[in-house]
């Protein structure tokens, strides 16, 4: 059973970093992407970024390019997110969740069967 655990939330500046961490354990199928997605209440959840398993492509939505960083481990157990330059708009729940396959860019909620619980990153302006 695939399983995802996803941390390192917090409270943290306008203009601040923090790294989110996704651990990831049952993953038996070779080829598989790990997204990041991020909610607010009343909206829609939005993809933020993904990495492949096969060679660690990557994708970015416009709102993460240049300031958040998406990476794995060498054995490719724990998935992390490096946010920089933080904004007060960046303030939802971060989920990280997986799929099978290898296209990084499809970053749709419905195409991701596995999903961790949520960790809060609150920017305060």
């Known amino acids: 059973e695939v399983q995802l655990q996803a941390s390192g939330g917090g409270l943290v500046q306008a203009g601040g970093s923090l790294r989110l961490s996704c651990a990831a354990s049952?993953?038996?199928?070779?080829?598989?992407?790990i997204g990041w997605f991020r909610q607010v209440p009343g909206k829609e959840r939005e993809g933020v970024s993904s990495i492949g398993s096969v060679d660690g492509s990557t994708y970015y939505a416009d709102s993460a390019k240049g300031r958040f960083t998406i990476s794995s481990d060498n054995v490719k157990t724990t998935v992390y997110l490096s946010m920089d330059s933080l904004r007060p708009e960046d303030t939802a729940i971060y989920y990280c969740a997986a799929r099978r396959g290898i296209i990084t860019a499809t970053m749709w909620p419905s195409f991701y069967g596995w999903w961790g619980q949520g960790t809060l990153v609150t920017v305060s302006s």
């Open positions: 049952g993953i038996t199928f070779d080829e598989y992407v």
